[in-house]
């Protein structure tokens, strides 16, 4: 009987298999979903994917499928782009066909829809158009955030000051630094260093792009239906996100106290404001829930992808100190020491503006683009893509292309360099992905990057506390981000 009853059970595995591949080959193929790999039933595709390095895994894919295929994330069918000319295609030239966001978990479970990052339709089309507006009249690509930036800049150089060329890791005062940016922009306040609140909060948002990297966070990304009801560590996060909405949610109390609504401070003024202006409207998007989420966005958004930027390039120049040298060289002939670096040097510093583009190229922080969806049904390269489908394009595709940066996994500042030592611009350039989707914050994040890293370069020398050959360079995750090595350096004044 005990016999009989295993061959019962292997043989409904092996009927739900067939089934899974019969059904996986009717939708693929042209005039169908695009081709890819037989998935298991249930588990899908997680078998031929390597978790730890999501974006190289489909790269190989590719290489089988072509430009276009898909896999199943779970029991998600998700359409794969790779290479420049097809998510160009894609991302630009049909923007509006691939503008809605795709299949989050995470952000669906904590935004619940509302926001800018992870919202879609026309309440996310009108909440982001008022934030972009809202935030350039605070001084996004403006000289009045150029001079914020330079202020915090110099709060972080007595920071690293007081170490007293002893090493550190510089994860939380770099973190501090690009948070306290736009900290100046929602809050209208900036915090100092050593507030144990403030450092708490840096703490929730390394903690979310870690745990959001996780094996842990990826298994969540493809089987969120079933681990929604489920303990584990894939839950921490949102307590980390929670404490970070509870923070906000204090803020906008306080801002409610003090409001003029003819004279807003910072973002949240200007939103309250707006609640007002349309507290007649039920309809209207402008309500408590966006607020908190959409300040929640900018808060986390606006502080973590940029200080982890930072921190890897300093991990780049300890493994690189010729490289280092060569930017100090450009910063004091163009420079000097006797001011600070602006926005107006870059165009006289092409090899420094070159370094800034190379790591942002080579460590490719989000290689898998946050996810898109189609926002109807199309017709892409012979296939079709039912409306909703969730849709990566692989930004890493195109920042490794070989044949516009050779030796693409090389940290080769050369990459944007024409022969004669100018600044060379690239189309291939998408760190901060491209189209309807592109972050919000790419001006202010590349301001913050130059001139963050070239003041510390300007007054200091950063020394690994090993040998450079002993650093290692690559993620120690790398989900829909790459996470790099923890580290520590000394900073010798120059």
């Known amino acids: 009987m005990e016999l009989l009853g295993a061959a019962s059970v292997l043989l409904l595995v092996c009927v739900a298999c067939l089934l899974s591949i019969a059904q996986w080959r ?4 042209k005039g169908k979903m695009p081709e890819g790999p037989a998935p298991f039933p249930i588990v899908g595709n997680i078998l031929q ?5 999501l974006a190289k895994t489909l790269e190989k894919l590719s290489e089988k499928y ?5 896999v199943q994330l779970g029991p998600t069918p998700v359409v794969v782009l790779c290479g420049y000319e097809v998510v160009k295609e894609a991302l630009i030239d049909r923007g509006d066909e691939f503008a809605a966001r ?3 978990p995470v952000g669906d479970r ?8 992870f919202s879609n339709n026309e309440e996310w089309l009108q909440v ?3 934030a972009l507006t809202t935030l350039r009249n605070f001084g996004m690509g403006k000289r009045s955030i150029e001079e914020r930036i330079q202020e915090e800049a110099e709060h972080l150089l007595e920071e690293i000051t007081k170490t007293n060329r002893m090493p550190f890791d510089p994860t939380f005062k770099l973190s501090c630094a690009v948070s306290n940016v736009i900290c100046s922009i929602v809050f209208g306040k900036r915090f100092d260093y050593k507030d144990k609140k403030f450092l708490s909060l840096m703490n929730n948002m390394n903690n979310i792009f870690e745990m959001v990297n996780s094996r842990w966070g990826q298994l969540y990304q493809m089987f969120s239906p079933i681990l929604d009801y489920l303990p584990g560590p894939h839950n921490n996060v949102f307590k980390e996100m929670n404490a ?3 923070f906000v949610a204090e803020e906008v109390k306080l801002h409610q106290a003090s409001l003029d609504p003819s004279a807003p401070q910072d973002f949240i003024d200007c939103f309250l404001s707006k609640m007002l202006q349309e507290k007649d409207n039920p309809k209207s998007h402008f309500h408590m829930k966006n607020l908190i989420t959409s300040t929640f966005d900018l808060f986390l958004a606006g502080t973590e992808t940029t200080s982890t930027t930072v921190r890897y390039g300093l991990l780049l120049l300890l493994k690189y100190p010729k490289i280092q040298e060569k930017v100090q060289e450009e910063i004091d002939r163009v420079v000097g020491r006797s001011r600070r670096p602006c926005v107006a040097d870059r165009t006289q510093m092409p090899y420094t503006d070159a370094v800034v583009h190379e790591i942002q190229r080579f460590i490719t922080l989000i290689p898998t683009s946050i996810p898109r969806a189609v926002t109807k049904d199309i017709h892409f390269r012979d296939y079709v893509i039912p409306k909703g ?5 692989l930004l890493s595709s195109v920042l490794y292309d070989s044949k516009e940066f050779p030796n693409p996994t090389e940290f080769d500042p050369g990459h944007f360099l024409n022969q004669n030592g100018t600044f060379r611009k690239s189309e291939f350039f998408i760190p901060f992905s491209a189209g309807k989707r592109i972050c919000p914050g790419e001006g202010l994040a590349r301001m913050e990057i130059f001139l963050l890293l070239t003041a510390i370069l300007q007054n200091f020398t950063v020394k690994p506390v090993v040998s450079p050959e002993e650093l290692s360079i690559t993620p120690t995750m790398s989900g829909i981000g790459n996470v790099p090595p923890h580290y520590q350096l000394c900073a010798i004044p120059r």
């Open 66 to 70: 072509g430009p276009v295929f898909s």
């Open 26 to 29: 009717k939708r693929t193929g």
């Open 110 to 117: 904590a935004n619940k829809g509302f926001g800018i990052s």
């Open 102 to 104: 795709g299949h989050v």
């Open 389 to 393: 489908t969730t849709v990566y394009p």
């Open 244 to 246: 970070l909405k509870a």
């Open 128 to 130: 982001r158009r008022f």
């Open 49 to 53: 994917l390597k978790p730890k390095n």
